[in-house]
Nanobody, 120 residues
Framework: QVQLVESGGGLVQPGGSLRLTCAAS????????MGWYRQAPGKQRELVGA???????NYADSVKGRFTISRDNAKNTVYLQMNSLVPEDTAVYYC??????????????WGQGTQVTVSS
């Protein structure tokens, strides 16, 4: 079984920072692209940023220059450093990873989500 567990969400004031962490565990042969998505109330889930196993990143225009995605391949972990947060960043943030398990079909896996609220 493969599992993604997120941590690091919470309440922060505008202009503040948060760091999200997502750790993959289980019977993993290889992890390809890892990423973060978010879903605000009444809106569709959207890509925030992603990083390949080679380190190539891409970001949504709305977070470029403010958010940084990184990963530690030895720990099967991806991070999202969020700076200069604004109320529009309020959402549930989900970790996503393209994983090849040892004994199952390669597919996307999702974390349970972590709430980020930006408010004064």
């Amino acid at each position: 079984q493969v599992q993604l567990v997120e941590s690091g969400g919470g309440l922060v004031q505008p202009g503040g920072s948060l760091r999200l962490t997502c750790a993959a565990s289980g019977s993993i042969f290889s992890i390809y692209t890892m990423g973060w998505y978010r879903q605000a109330p009444g809106k569709q889930r959207e890509l925030v940023g992603a990083i390949t196993n080679g380190g190539t990143t891409n970001y949504a225009d709305s977070v470029k220059g403010r958010f940084t995605i990184s990963r530690d391949n030895a720990k099967n972990t991806v991070y999202l450093q969020m700076n200069s947060l604004v109320p529009e960043d309020t959402a549930v943030y989900y970790c996503n990873a393209d994983i090849q398990p040892w004994t199952a079909t390669r597919r996307d896996y999702w974390g349970q989500g972590t709430q980020v609220t930006v408010s004064s």
